[in-house]
């Protein structure tokens, strides 16, 4: 079975541009949660969402940063006028369970994401 | 402070020895304790979990947590040049959305 995808694995963005990045969840997963990882640091939480209701946004940075899942499975998150500041790796993590079972979170390769 | 503490090593073992990896925490409501490996340029993987404290082994991996001092480990025995990649520790309130993560320990085992 395949796991987690995501889409573009690199992404070289110009000050200012629009950025969208792709997330497939493992098929069936209830769950799905995007994460900031910065060089040399752990993963840090954005966003959550159960099917396709995005019930946490607590970790966006700005609202610059924009996630949808629209039918419960693909899902984009979307950066507008990128900043340097925006350069990181970006995860994608699923997870079979809905509330609770968090821990069980099954990660993609990550975007990694320049702006220059 | 942060929330989880890991020192981000690196660390570098020769092949067959005893690793230890640890993690400090500060807010003892965390409930699930984490450890995933990230091999460069690759996403987390879910090497193991537990609830609360004790310890649980999965083949060559242990995992330990003593709530009481807020401090978990991971031991890998045996050690292989394959275990050569950045371990995180992670952890998360019951029903919570928001896993919090160490730094990581970059480990190199040298055959």
């Known amino acids: 079975g395949a796991g987690v995808s995501q889409s573009p694995r690199y992404k070289v963005a110009k000050r200012g541009q629009d950025v969208a990045l792709r997330c497939d969840p493992i098929?069936?997963?209830?769950?799905l949660f995007w994460y900031q990882q910065a060089l040399g640091q752990g993963p840090e939480f954005l966003t959550y969402f159960q099917n396709e209701a995005q019930l946490d946004k607590s970790g966006l940075p700005s609202d610059r940063f924009f996630a949808e899942r629209p039918e419960g499975s693909v899902s984009t998150l979307k950066i507008q006028r990128t900043q340097q500041e925006d350069s990181a790796v970006y995860l994608c993590?699923?997870?079979?369970?809905?509330?609770?079972?968090?821990?069980?979170?099954?990660f993609g390769p990550g975007t990694r994401l320049l702006v220059l | 402070q942060k929330e989880v503490e890991q020192d981000p090593g690196p660390l570098s073992v020769p092949e067959g020895a005893i690793v230890s990896l640890n993690c400090t925490y500060s807010n003892s409501a965390f409930q699930y304790f984490m450890w995933y490996r990230q091999y460069s340029r690759k996403g987390p993987e879910l090497l193991m979990y537990t609830y609360s404290s004790g310890n649980k082994e999965d083949g060559r991996f242990t995992a330990q947590v003593d709530k009481s001092s807020k401090y978990i480990s991971l031991f890998i025995r045996d050690s292989q040049p394959s275990d050569s990649a950045t371990y995180l520790c992670?952890?998360?309130?019951?029903?919570?959305?928001?896993?919090?993560f160490g730094a990581g320990t970059r480990l190199t085992v040298k055959p």
């Open positions: 098929s069936g997963h209830v769950s």
């Open positions: 992670a952890m998360i309130f019951s029903g919570d959305n928001d896993m919090r």
């Open positions: 993590a699923s997870s079979p369970l809905g509330n609770g079972g968090q821990e069980t979170q099954y």
